[in-house]
């Protein structure tokens, strides 16, 4: 049974932080504060068995019976038709999917796509980037050209975001100032500080996120593009 806290009911009456923070708060604020709405929170529930987009976290991805591709092969069918940079996340992680949750509901001109490390087209794009494939330490931004981790593919995303929240589009520039402004070693160790207690915070499901919902469906990489 996926472990699921009612984080809409936690951090529901969170102040604002301090400005001098906002660049690196915006893109944490991803990972802390993001609620799950109950659309997202019941899309597992509701889905009839043989529609789930979902597979056992027991399970290795590595281990399923369809062979895949080469790695770059991978990278090229991934962004051969669709330019738009994919956003790999821990897929059994609950904080990460609120994270994903977030970001679908702040971008509405879907410019982000998305796919967990754990799936075939991850971890092939993991390797296609020099990263190991079981590699699920840090979220990463890739696009056509290369690989972003850590709290720079946070600010990177985080540029592409327009939150509800803000009465004008803040997102971009503040983090484009956290980039400029905060040094990367500094964002980093607050990144990793959240990434290793990640599932302390918030838990984990015991089922891997491979997709979600019809309505957000077209937005996560369809992971036979790394069949064999």
């Not at 889905?47 to 369809?66: G, I």
């Not at 004008?168 to 964002?187: N, T």
Request: hydrophobic share 50%; glycine share 4%.
């Amino acid at each position: 049974m996926s472990i699921i806290f009612p984080i809409d009911t936690m951090f529901a009456k969170v102040s604002p932080l301090p400005a001098v923070l906002l660049a690196l708060v915006v893109s944490e604020a991803v990972a802390f504060i993001a609620p799950i709405p109950p659309s997202h929170q019941l899309a597992v529930a509701s889905l009839p068995k043989s529609n789930r987009v979902l597979y056992s976290v027991t399970a290795s991805a590595s281990s399923t019976a369809m062979p895949t591709a080469d790695p770059s092969v991978v990278l090229q069918r991934v962004f051969e038709n669709d330019k738009r940079p994919v956003i790999l996340f821990d897929g059994i992680c609950n904080m990460c999917n609120s994270a994903v949750n977030l970001a679908l509901d702040w971008d509405p001109n879907a410019t982000l796509r998305f796919a967990a490390l754990q799936s075939d087209v991850g971890r092939a794009l993991l390797e296609a980037n020099g990263r190991d494939a079981d590699d699920i330490s840090s979220i990463v931004l890739v696009n056509s050209d290369g690989a972003y981790i850590k709290s720079d593919a946070i600010l990177r995303i985080t540029e592409e975001l327009s939150p509800t929240w803000l009465p004008v589009p803040l997102a971009r520039p503040a983090a484009k100032a956290g980039r400029l402004l905060i040094p990367k070693f500094f964002r980093d160790v607050i990144y990793d500080g959240v990434a290793d207690r990640r599932y302390r915070i918030l838990g984990m499901r015991d089922e891997c996120r491979l997709g979600d919902e019809e309505k957000f469906a077209a937005r996560f990489v369809d992971d036979s593009l790394a069949a064999a």
